[in-house]
């Protein structure tokens, strides 16, 4: 018992002690399934920070939907850094809030996305429904399941990767994209609001044939699941981005301009660009790609520039309510 | 009598209190003008201000455009599915709950106390929680949907789903606004109706049922109600098919993912008049019901 006691005092007394060091905060707000790759990533720069300036700091992060995060933001969420998987979540907090310059993306490498992927399909082992290109997905026999692209980045990124390959096959030829693009939608078994959803959904309920999402997420999970469960990335997919930005106004607030940005320029250096490879996204360093070039396969991915002009097109004409996937899914 | 009949509107657990006009009876608690201040305040504060943001929220759109909205065949459709599950459920919960109810009141056995406890589970657990596992069980290599599928019924993914979460998350409406009434009811009565020679079906009907269906009807409705707006339960189970197995409050979410407030509003308008209305209408009823039964 008393043991207890002298335990929980010296406990009080170490806890007590950093407090009084008036520890720097920094809030970095990011996408759901992030959360083990930026704790890993946190570890990592308050290391490399206290090994450059002496400086002990605390970092936190908040994951949820980058939508639901950027509203958050918008609402008043004193976030100091983004870390999102759409580049239309931080446009937003340009456009609605004005937290941000329009031309953010312009302030870090490789338009402010130091790592990407790409959308891959999952399918059961030995690959029983023979699926290798976005055209064995519309077959009657193959269920699918995938995020709702009205709810999620990550069902959009599916949808824009499909109206690319169909692009590329049929030309200008948009009736019969619009068929293709529509019989793959019929094909879809669930939709579910998110990616994780989505993802149990075909892993522990068994339901489709292929799960489209993150290659990231593909090559996760068929190493967690061996014998299980094989990764197929098409021929040509869409060039997913996960862009970053530092927010000024709420930095100078809370006293972390050097810190966020610090914070933003470590991910492009070759230790985090492993780190980040060790999650199975893909990256810009020369030396970190030839290392991990047989986890990727060659794909031809087509940026958004290539498939409808730009963000603000893929919403308008596409996402928006009574758009092309609104037109496509009626009946 | 008449002292037990008082308790209906009293355990009802009505939204508006159970009695809309004020009672004739002398006031016990002193203080009135200030406790219906502070009542009213706090009605403001936690229910009529928010509602007015949602109002302020879609007045920006104009006319036009919230019909608009509002009418998208895609959202019709959403209120179809959503009215029927919710309907079913609340049936289903109707039947089921009033059953639980009379065991709970009506007999003694081991662990009572618990499965009464577990009632108010479906309050407790989040709802997304109450999702995922519902979706677990009845999907097909799940432990209940293993069953069904052998019979061909498909419950998780599908509009079947939908019921099955509604009911989970709303049957502790149905059974906690019975059980009181139950409870309270004299055993002299159906005792008297037996001796008199009424089959026990008789007693049910002509007895016991008059006396606890306003309460089953307001548990009922409030579990109709709950149901309309669920969300977190249901979007694990629904597989989310357009046209086919969409609710309502999902709409709603899609609009707030396109950063369009308006237009959630308007769709969130329409789910709450329609809860409005009924949960008035049925206060109304009860009202005038038991004013009736109190020979007023």
């Known amino acids: 018992m008393k043991n207890w006691i002298k335990a929980a005092a010296l406990g009080a007394a170490l806890l007590s002690q950093p407090v009084l060091a008036e520890e720097r905060e920094l809030l970095n707000t990011s996408y759901d399934i992030a959360r083990e790759l930026f704790a890993d990533y946190n570890e990592h720069f308050k290391a490399h920070w206290q090994a450059k300036t002496g400086e002990t700091v605390a970092i936190k992060q908040s994951h949820a939907g980058s939508s639901k995060q950027a509203q958050a933001i918008l609402q008043g969420l004193r976030a100091d850094v983004v870390t999102f998987n759409q580049v239309t979540d931080i446009d937003i907090l340009h456009e609605r809030g004005n937290l941000i310059p329009a031309e953010w993306s312009e302030r870090l490498p490789n338009a402010s996305s130091p790592y990407y992927s790409t959308m891959a399909f999952l399918v059961r082992e030995g690959n029983p429904k023979n699926i290798q290109n976005w055209d064995d997905l519309i077959r009657d026999d193959v269920a699918l399941v995938m995020p709702n692209p009205k709810t999620s980045g990550n069902g959009r990124y599916t949808y824009l990767a499909a109206l690319g390959y169909a692009q590329k096959v049929f030309g200008g030829d948009q009736e019969k994209i619009d068929q293709f693009l529509a019989k793959l939608l019929r094909q879809v078994k669930v939709f579910d609001t998110g990616g994780r959803g989505a993802t149990t959904t075909f892993v522990e309920r068994g339901i489709g044939d292929v799960l489209l999402t993150f290659e990231s997420e593909i090559l996760n999970l068929a190493d967690s699941h061996k014998g299980a469960y094989q990764a197929v990335t098409p021929k040509v997919s869409f060039l997913a981005e996960f862009p970053v930005t530092w927010l000024e106004s709420n930095n100078e607030r809370n006293g972390t301009t050097d810190l966020a940005k610090a914070y933003l320029e470590e991910l492009y250096s070759e230790e985090s660009q492993r780190l980040l490879a060790g999650y199975n996204y893909r990256v810009h360093n020369d030396v970190v790609k030839a290392e991990t070039a047989d986890r990727f396969p060659e794909v031809e991915l087509l940026p958004i520039q290539a498939i409808t002009g730009s963000w603000q097109k893929a919403m308008d004409e596409h996402f928006a309510s009574g758009g092309k996937l609104d037109q496509l899914q009626r009946r | ?296």
């Open chain 2, 1 to 296: 009598m008449t002292s037990r009949q008082h308790s209906v509107p009293q355990s009802s657990g009505a939204p508006f209190g159970g009695r809309l006009f004020g009672s004739r009876s002398k006031r016990v608690l002193p203080g009135f003008a200030l406790s219906l201040g502070i009542s009213l305040f706090f009605v403001s504060l936690v229910l009529l201000l928010p509602i007015s943001g949602l109002v302020m929220e879609t007045s920006g759109m104009g006319w036009a455009r919230f019909w608009q909205v509002i009418t998208d065949p895609r959202v019709i459709e959403s209120y179809k599915v959503t009215l029927w599950t919710a309907l079913a459920a609340s049936l289903f919960n109707g039947a089921f709950g009033l059953l639980l109810a009379w065991v709970l009141v009506r007999y003694e056995f081991p662990g009572k106390r618990l499965v009464d406890a577990m009632v108010d589970l479906p309050f407790a657990l989040p709802t997304a929680v109450a999702g995922i596992t519902l979706a677990g069980l009845f999907s097909q290599n799940g432990w209940y949907g293993q069953w069904l599928a052998q019979l061909g019924i498909d419950v998780a993914f599908t509009p079947l789903g939908i019921v099955v979460a509604m009911s989970f998350t709303s049957i502790p409406f149905v059974v906690r606004t019975v059980q009181p009434v139950l409870e309270d009811m004299a055993p002299e009565d159906e005792e008297a109706a037996i001796t008199l020679g009424a089959t026990d079906l008789r007693v049910f009907r002509q007895v016991v049922f008059p006396a606890i269906w306003p309460a089953l009807v307001t548990g009922i409705a409030l579990s109709f109600t709950r149901s309309l707006g669920e969300f977190g339960a249901i979007i694990f189970i629904a597989g989310n098919m357009p046209y086919v197995s969409e609710v309502t409050s999902l709409m709603i979410f899609i609009r707030l993912q396109e950063f369009d407030y308006a237009a959630a509003s308007a769709i969130a308008s329409v789910v709450l008049l329609v809860s409005l209305v009924l949960l008035f209408s049925i206060n109304l009823w009860q009202a005038r019901f038991l004013r009736r039964l109190a020979g007023r």
